[in-house]
């Protein structure tokens, strides 16, 4: 079983992957990227592997943050 932060594929499953930018992983077990948790709006998770969402950064001022929200995925305030 994977750690926090990680999930282990079917296809691969004797590795652990860190679960992508723009999500995170609060529990163990995870047996796909897509069971990964998609960082909330407002909030950006910016690196792999988060494993809680007090690990997130909030949004930049005058810059919006839509869910699953990686570093580059910030955009402007319109």
Known sequence: MCGLGYYRSAIASNICSYCPKGTFMFE????????????????????????????????TDGRVCYSGTGAKGQVDCP
């Not at 077990?29 to 909030?58: F, H, Q, S, W």
């Open 28 to 59: 163990r077990g995870a047996k796909d990227y897509l069971d990964c948790i998609e960082c909330p709006a407002g909030r950006i998770c910016e690196v792999e592997g988060i494993k809680n969402i007090t690990e997130t950064m909030g949004c």
